[in-house]
Nanobody
Framework: QVRLEESGGGLVEPGGSLTLSCVAHGIGSINEMAWYRRAPGKQREPIAVVTSAGRTSYGDSVKGRFTISIDNSENTVYLQMTSLKPEDTALYYC??????????WGQGTQVTVSS
């Protein structure tokens, strides 16, 4: 059974940076993986997708500020976040992209952007 483990969140000031990690325990290999976030009072939304070949796509709200990457040898997906804004405050999760079979959701990692 695959277990997703997110980490790297924290409190950061506006304009700051954070890098999140997602380890897919028990998976043979990652074909595609996405980062999602759920802001307070909102539904969970996908923000970035990466394939095993390194192809990426981003939601408009994070394009140009966030970078998703994959380490196939470690079954780990990263999300580098720069120029963070208060509206980026959310619980961040990883899982397969929308429309694909989803693994059980992990606990997520909290990102809070505040001065």
């Amino acid at each position: 059974q695959v277990r997703l483990e997110e980490s790297g969140g924290g409190l950061v000031e506006p304009g700051g940076s954070l890098t999140l990690s997602c380890v897919a325990h028990g998976i043979g290999s990652i074909n595609e993986m996405a980062w999602y976030r759920r802001a307070p009072g909102k539904q969970r939304e996908p923000i970035a997708v990466v394939t095993s070949a390194g192809r990426t796509s981003y939601g408009d709200s994070v394009k140009g500020r966030f970078t998703i990457s994959i380490d196939n040898s470690e079954n780990t997906v990263y999300l580098q976040m720069t120029s963070l804004k208060p509206e980026d405050t959310a619980l961040y999760y990883c899982n397969t992209p929308r429309g694909r079979y989803h693994f059980d959701w992990g606990q997520g990692t909290q990102v809070t952007v505040s001065s």
